[in-house]
């Protein structure tokens, strides 16, 4: 089975501040993985595909990097709206996904 | 737009069955695969499965396999996720969910790019 840990589960930054969450797969995935934001009581929201493509009408402040079996999402200039949880996902062994544990960003 | 709208809250006994239904539109229905994703309060994300609404063929989590069926209605652009023999461990908001692709010459990259607002299934006695 796919495993995809994420760490920190959680973290605190400033606003401005610079966020690094990190994701690692079980096996090597190349490139095919994912990262949603979620806010609460929100359905998740596609930010980065392929690692590093970013969807379509999302802030340049969110930037994805790496391969194989470890991957990084960084926030730069924090900003109050970033404040949610985020989930990185491995498309490798489509159809089956599986999700990371999360990552909970808060304000300092 | 393109959107996914699902139906409303429901609240269930242990062992009793539960179908949710998301309804799309602003797009192409049998174009799309349709994923289901469910999380428990206060939990990660759990995929559950997928369909495809043209053909209707589907592919279930082995966790709930034997328990969950996924079916659609083209005449109505809706996909439903039907569970069964439900417990307390099933109380969750499920997330049906569009899957696209963005294609390289070598190979495809899909993710889930539109999603419903979640439906809150609670099982308790």
């Known amino acids: 089975d796919f495993q995809m840990t994420q760490s920190p589960s959680s973290l605190s930054a400033s606003v401005g501040g610079r966020v690094t969450i990190t994701c690692r797969a079980s096996q090597t995935i190349s490139i095919y993985l994912n990262w949603y934001q979620q806010k609460p009581g929100k359905a998740p929201k596609l930010l980065i595909f392929a690692a590093s493509s970013l969807q379509s009408g999302v802030p340049s402040r969110f930037s994805g990097s790496g391969s194989g079996t470890d991957f990084t999402l960084t926030i730069s200039n924090l900003q109050p709206e970033d404040v949610a949880t985020y989930y990185c996902?491995?498309?490798?062994?489509?159809?089956?996904?599986?999700f990371g544990g999360g990552t909970k960003v808060e304000l300092k | 737009q393109e959107q996914l709208v699902q139906s409303g809250a429901e609240v269930k006994k242990p062992g009793a069955s539960v179908r949710v239904s998301c309804k799309a539109s602003?797009?192409?229905?049998?174009?799309?695969?349709v994923h289901w994703v469910r999380q428990a309060p206060g939990q990660g994300l759990e995929w559950m499965g997928i369909?495809?609404?043209?053909?209707?063929?589907?592919n279930y989590a082995q966790r709930i396999q034997g328990r969950v069926t996924m079916t659609r209605d083209t005449s109505t652009n809706t996909v439903y996720m039907d569970l069964s023999s439900l417990k307390s461990e099933d109380t969750a908001v499920y997330y049906c969910?569009?899957?696209?692709?963005?294609?390289?010459?070598?190979?495809?990259?899909?993710?889930?790019?539109?999603w419903g607002e979640g439906t809150t299934v609670t099982v308790s006695s």
């Open positions: 369909i495809n609404p043209s053909y209707g063929d589907t």
């Open positions: 602003g797009y192409t229905f049998t174009s799309y695969y």
């Open positions: 969910a569009r899957e696209d692709k963005f294609c390289s010459p070598t190979t495809c990259y899909i993710y889930l790019d539109v």
């Open positions: 996902q491995q498309s490798y062994n489509t159809p089956q996904l599986t």
